[in-house]
């Protein structure tokens, strides 16, 4: 074999060897090494790095979320009856600090120990002390949150640094004969639902026709009140009214009586002044004057006056009513 043949083998070899010395690891994954099968305690971040070649291996490890899926799991009921889940999905990461004792403990497959066959367990665990009825219908809300709380303690005891952030649980899958029913009960319980919910519709329909209708008797008990003050206030404007009215003409007529009284009174003051001995005495004689016959004589003519009953004139009487007469006249 020649130099050349010589140095070229070695130079391939020692390509070959720095190729398998370099590696790299990943964003969001810690590396460890095994050499000889046996777990080194080195661990390496992101990037390039070497490694003894041909001797020592690696293996990345996620140390971010991932989203572990368990699918097909089997499931008996307290009552007896199997029932399939098609897939759980657990959402989970691993602290870094913690990535040498899991691998070290459990293998860089820590997921299959410690996540779905401890799926399988809790899931199991949870059926076998409920119903069909518990686990399909009534309790499959609760059914994430206990396996996340479950496993999450699990975890904390056995593999401290595995975080479980969420678990999804799909609908299992029961028999078919079983799942007509509920379908047949979910169909009854819809009609329920719709008729219940027609109820409701009707009676918020009449309450809201009520409501409407005392809305507008109160609204025309409210009209027909201010009509009725309306009124009211009239009547008491026209009644005052009449007051005002009637006080005045009262007024009015006080004023024209005391007028008339005092004119009467200051009438009668004036006659009593006039009637003095002097004025009758000419009134008398103007009385006298006007008339177109005057009877001289001791006697006035029996056609006249007649006489007493003692037979004798009365003419000094007479005289006497003819000047009471003519004063009457004047």
Known sequence: MSAGAVFSAILA???????????????GHIGVYYRGGALLTTTSSPGFHLMLPFITSFKPVQITLQTDEVKNVPCGTSGGVMIYFDRIEVVNFLVASA????????????????????????????????????????????????????LQEELTNMAPGIIIQAVRVTKPNIPESIRRNYELMESEKTKLLIAAQTQKVVEKEAETERIKAVIEAEKLAQVAQIKYGQKVME??????????????????????????????????????????????????FKAIATNSKIYFGSEIPHMFVDSGPSGTPMSSKAMDMLSEGVLDFE
Do not use: W
Not at 249 to 272: G, P, T, V
């Open 99 to 150: 990535v040498y004792d899991i691998v070290k403990n459990f293998t860089a497959d820590y997921d299959k120990a410690l996540i779905f066959n401890k799926v399988h367990h809790e899931l199991n665990q949870f059926c076998s002390v409920h119903t069909l009825q518990e686990v399909y219908i009534g309790l499959f809300d609760q059914i994430d949150e206990n396996l996340k709380m479950t």
């Open 235 to 284: 009547k008491e404007t026209e009644k005052k009214i009449s007051e005002i009215e009637d006080a005045a003409f009262l007024a009015r007529q006080k004023a024209k009586a005391d007028a008339e009284f005092y004119s009467s009174q200051r009438a009668a003051e004036a006659n009593k002044l006039k009637l003095t001995p002097e004025y009758l005495q000419l009134m008398k």
């Open 13 to 27: 070899i020692g390509i070959t060897a720095l190729f398998s010395a370099v590696h790299k690891i990943e964003e």
